[in-house]
């Protein structure tokens, strides 16, 4: 017969172990938070830019910063770019808009579907 204790410390080192392929989906991102902030905050929980290669110049000028996470902005006049991050299987979108001083501020951001295995 298994000692209530033992089979306490086998539970509690069986949910301490991380599955494969899970990781916490808590994402602390807020609106209004400088993308800057995001990108550090997302990088310290794992997730990693997969921003597009090859932006105009005019997309670089419009984000304001040299992040790699950056995938394009609209020309539209209101400022808005987007950033993707990867984390596994995971996908991140984070949309910005420009800020009251001229940097970009988060506006939105969702969880794309999976990247297939």
């Given at each position: 017969m298994a000692?209530?204790?033992?089979v306490l410390v086998l539970l509690?080192?069986?949910?301490?172990?991380?599955?494969?392929g899970v990781q916490p989906q808590v994402l602390q991102l807020r609106a209004n938070q400088s993308i800057?902030?995001?990108d550090a905050q997302l990088k310290?929980?794992?997730?990693?830019p997969a921003g597009a290669p090859g932006l105009?110049?005019?997309e670089r000028e419009?984000?304001?910063n040299r992040l790699t996470s950056l995938s394009g902005c609209s020309g539209t006049g209101a400022g808005f770019c987007r950033y993707d991050y990867r984390r596994g299987r995971q996908?991140?979108?984070?949309?910005?808009?420009m800020g009251p001083d001229g940097q970009g501020v988060v506006q939105r951001w969702q969880q794309a579907p999976n990247l297939p295995e």
């Open positions: 000692r209530p204790l033992g509690l080192t069986a949910l301490a172990i991380p599955m494969r800057d902030s995001a310290a929980q794992g997730w990693r105009q110049p005019f419009l984000a304001g996908r991140l979108e984070v949309i910005t808009v």
